[in-house]
């Protein structure tokens, strides 16, 4: 099965300071991969996801991930951090081969700091 | 277009009870799906479906039940309520081809204890 590694389950950053949530994945062939956000009582909303058609990806809020296959990597970007930025972010992986499965990381809690 | 909804948003149930999550989406999506999300594990797959008739389990599969008669609902049954399923359930919704395959759209969630 699938499987994606969130390293850092909190991550505190300045606001305008660069944010970076790390994602690896488990598979010898590029999956689906995706971003999504959870703001507080809310359910998730999808960010960006790649899917081979571009190494970097572009999502909404200014956010980007970088696909890198020599690390199995997929993390996420944004240069200046905003406090609505604040939210619980989740890397999630599918196999392209069923693609009726997909698995989620353990979140990483972001904290703006103004 | 309504999205995911989901019912109910609270709910408290006695240990032994059983009762129904209700999911429904209006965007055609063939695969809908069931997740429960537990502190600091993330969100776990307990049942999904790819269509109408067709459904499968996921990685938490045991005390819940689904069918899905038609696109548009998926329910979720409790068949005799545990605290160990207390939990934030999450129904989400996509389409398995195109552009935005994968792509998935998910409802409130419901928050359910269970004493």
């Known amino acids: 099965a699938q499987s994606v590694t969130q390293l850092g389950s909190h991550v505190s950053v300045s606001e305008g300071a660069l944010v970076l949530l790390r994602c690896n994945y488990s598979?010898?062939?590029?999956?689906?991969l995706f971003w999504y956000v959870q703001y507080p009582n809310q359910g998730l909303q999808l960010l960006l996801k790649?899917?081979?058609?571009?190494?970097l990806v572009k999502g909404i809020n200014g956010f980007e991930a970088e696909f890198k296959k020599s690390e199995t990597s997929f993390h996420l970007t944004k240069p200046s951090a905003h406090m609505s930025d604040a939210a619980e972010y989740f890397c999630?992986?599918?196999?392209?081969?069923?693609?009726?499965?997909?698995?989620f990381g353990t979140g990483t809690s972001l904290t703006v700091i103004p | 277009n309504a999205g995911v909804t989901q019912t109910p948003k609270f709910q408290v149930l006695k240990t032994g009870q059983s009762m129904t999550l209700q999911c429904a989406q209006d965007?055609?999506?063939?695969?809908m799906s069931w997740y429960r999300q537990d502190p600091g594990m993330g969100l776990r797959l307990i049942h999904y479906?790819?269509?109408?008739?067709?459904?499968d389990q996921g990685e938490v599969p045991n005390g819940y039940n689904v069918s899905r008669s038609t696109t548009e609902d998926f329910p979720l049954r409790l068949l005799s309520a545990a605290p160990s399923q207390t939990s934030v359930y999450f129904c989400?919704?996509?389409?398995?081809?195109?552009?935005?395959?994968?792509?998935?759209?998910f409802g409130p969630g419901t928050r359910l204890t269970v004493t």
């Open positions: 989400a919704s996509t389409t398995l081809r195109g552009r935005d395959l994968g792509e998935q759209y």
């Open positions: 598979s010898s062939v590029p999956p689906y």
């Open positions: 790649y899917t081979s058609a571009a190494t």
């Open positions: 999630a992986v599918s196999d392209t081969n069923t693609g009726n499965q997909f698995y």
């Open positions: 965007m055609n999506h063939e695969y």
């Open positions: 479906s790819v269509g109408a008739g067709i459904t």
